[in-house]
């Protein structure tokens, strides 16, 4: 719904974060270096304002040749041709002397013109040509100056809401005349084109908008062929919640693994987020398919895998191997699963996938496979802890039960649950998934360390992985070794030290009696 | 007469030159336009849409004298090839020039064609060489 007395651009994303659009009349800049999208986004802003907003625009261009504009705009799937023979829309060639002079009028020909098609919205692209002819003096600053103001007086005289291009350059005099045009703007964006790495990154900032809220700080800005302008809400931009909303819960729910309901006593609170840290080739990826597959089949619950390591397919095929069959609720839309690629992984652009998913599928359930992918991919740790923090706050937000895969990187020992990433006090559950060697062989432990509200088991629990996924080893029929786990100490050290004695006679100590 | 523009620009051909003129020569009877001097100031007015200017600013814009800018625009407007605002009263002899929306379709198709061919050297030689065979004068108001 359109709130009164807003204009909505209609780029996608824009108006999310200017919590839904600028104050009608507002004088817009839109300013950047070359190449950073500023003729784009105008276009864009008078385009949707025709097509979804039916308000009928003008474009006032100096250099660019409208004929070059139009076909660019064609390889969006934007017809401006057709809009112009509609009368929705009219480019106009000028230069900036004439353009200035004529506003200048008290009958302009140009806001008549305007006034004659209704147009509501106009871009000038650019208007730091307005002060080309001027030497950079302070009384020719002045004059520029004076020159704006005229020309958003004339604008809001029409009630038009005017977006204005303005290329900023690193002399004394762009930036000075950056900063004239930004103080006289109602509305500041900011645009940027940078190199993160050997890749190119666009971004985006409110630098101020007059009499509204908006979200700060610099968020990400993509250019789609045949879409557009698509902009990305910074991840660690704080929620715009309903402060109705709760954040926890007291219901439990089975996960559905009995490796983990056993250990943790009944099911984890729903909307907790739970770490599971484990060596490669611990059974991670298998226990969170698991508690997908459980959830959709037992507690109907819908679930998202997010993995940058393997594809869907691959996925489906590796669960499909130990009895785990996901095709059909892939197929029927229960579980989703989501794969990205690390190779130049934009973390706004993601985010926003995610949550478009969650949103779109009512998910209740997410696993994210893994945490250690995103380290690589994203490369600076302040930007991976955001995108953490905001996957946390935002499964939180929804009361989502949410299972983070952190591959730990010792082999034998563990000195610290995530070493390069020690951010485990957040979440609410902690599972260690270990493998110990006992003998000549390895054998795969889990312990729930820590469990937020619950009165949890310590144990460290002997697992295996077959037909059905991951299940516990009973204590009673622990076929190998000879002796149960309870018969060692330093487990978690992976280099256990067998009691001199055996605690109990068992099944297990029947078999070693035997041997 | 596209295949043979394709052709003449590859320069496979020059047999039916000829007939490329001709039919060249027939466009620009059709639209009624007889001086270069008007063809560049239409092929302004078209590449641009709608251009709020003066006579002096194309002129300036394309090579031309003032004068000889304000007579094809004068001329292509009678002609409906362009229509025009009133003047504006802020700033001299400024309004705003466009394509006619009233030229027929014939006529439309007629520009077209000349546009598609003046997007090759070959072709603006010879739409050029062609106007000057049409109107000898024309060389007089030429850059």
Known sequence: ?515 | MIQILHLVEANLITEPEQTLELTVQTCLLGVGITLLSEWDVLAFVYRHGATLTSAGQIARLIGYESTVVGGALDRLERQKLIESSRPSHGVHEVRIYRISASTNTEHRHWIQQLFGLSESRAGRLLLEKQLKSVRPDAGNEAR
Request: hydrophobic share 40%.
């Open chain 1, 1 to 515: 719904m359109i709130k009164r007395g807003l204009t909505k651009t209609g780029i996608k994303g824009l108006d999310s974060i200017l919590l839904g659009g600028i104050p009608r009349a507002n004088v817009i800049l839109v300013q950047g270096p070359t190449g950073s999208g500023k003729t784009l986004m105008g276009l864009e802003f008078i385009y949707r304002g025709i097509t979804e907003f039916n308000e009928p625009g003008l474009i006032i261009v100096f250099e660019t040749n409208p004929d070059k504009l139009t076909r660019d705009a064609c390889g969006f799937g934007w017809d401006l041709e057709e809009l112009q023979r509609q009368k929705k829309l009219q480019i106009i060639f000028t230069s900036p002397e004439v353009f200035d002079q004529e506003l200048r009028s008290p009958d302009s020909l140009l806001l008549e013109f305007a006034s004659e098609m209704g147009a509501q919205r106009i871009f000038v692209d650019n208007v730091g040509l307005l002060n080309s002819d001027l030497s950079g003096s302070n009384s020719t600053r002045g004059g520029y100056r004076e020159l704006l103001q005229q020309l958003t007086e004339s604008l809001n005289r029409e009630n038009l809401t005017a977006m204005f291009s303005l290329e900023v350059g690193s002399s004394a005099d762009s930036i000075a005349i950056t900063e004239m045009t930004a103080f006289l703007a109602d509305t500041v964006i900011q645009l940027g084109r940078e190199r993160r790495g050997r890749r190119m990154h666009r971004s985006l900032e409110i630098v101020k908008s007059r009499g509204q809220d908006y979200e700060a700080g610099e968020h990400t800005m993509h250019i789609t062929d045949g879409e557009g302008l698509r902009i990305f809400r910074r991840v660690q931009a704080p929620l715009h919640s309903n402060a109705q909303q709760p954040t926890s819960s007291t219901m439990r729910s089975v996960i559905g693994v009995d490796a983990i309901d056993t250990l943790i006593g009944g099911g984890i609170f729903d909307g907790s987020t739970t770490m599971v840290v484990g060596v490669s080739g611990v059974g991670k990826t298998v226990l969170g398919t698991q508690i997908l597959r459980e959830g959709s089949l037992r507690q109907k619950t819908r679930g998202l895998l997010i993995s940058l390591d393997e594809h869907p397919a691959q996925i489906i095929r590796n669960a499909q191997t130990l009895g785990l069959n996901l095709e059909e609720q892939v197929a029927d839309g229960t579980i989703r699963i989501l794969f990205e690629s690390p190779q130049e992984l934009d973390v706004d652009a993601h985010y926003a996938r995610i949550v478009q998913l969650i949103e779109e599928h009512d998910v209740q359930r997410m696993v994210i496979d893994g945490m250690t992918s995103y380290s690589t991919a994203i490369g600076e740790v302040a930007v991976y802890r955001d995108f953490f923090h905001a996957i946390v706050a935002y499964s939180k937000q929804r009361l989502m039960t949410t299972f983070f895969n952190y591959e730990n990187p010792e082999f034998l020992g563990i000195s610290s649950y995530m070493p390069d990433f020690p951010l485990s006090s957040i979440v609410d559950n902690l599972i260690l998934m270990s493998l110990v060697e006992i003998n000549n062989s390895l054998h795969r432990c889990i312990s729930v360390v820590k469990s937020r509200g619950s009165k949890h088991s310590f144990d460290t629990r002997e697992f295996v992985i077959g037909q059905g996924g991951i299940s516990l080893v009973p204590l009673e029929q622990n076929p190998i070794p000879a002796v149960p786990l309870q018969s060692y100490s330093s487990l978690l050290s992976r280099a256990p030290t067998r009691f001199s004695v055996p605690k109990r006679t068992n099944g297990a100590a029947a078999v070693q009696a035997k041997e």
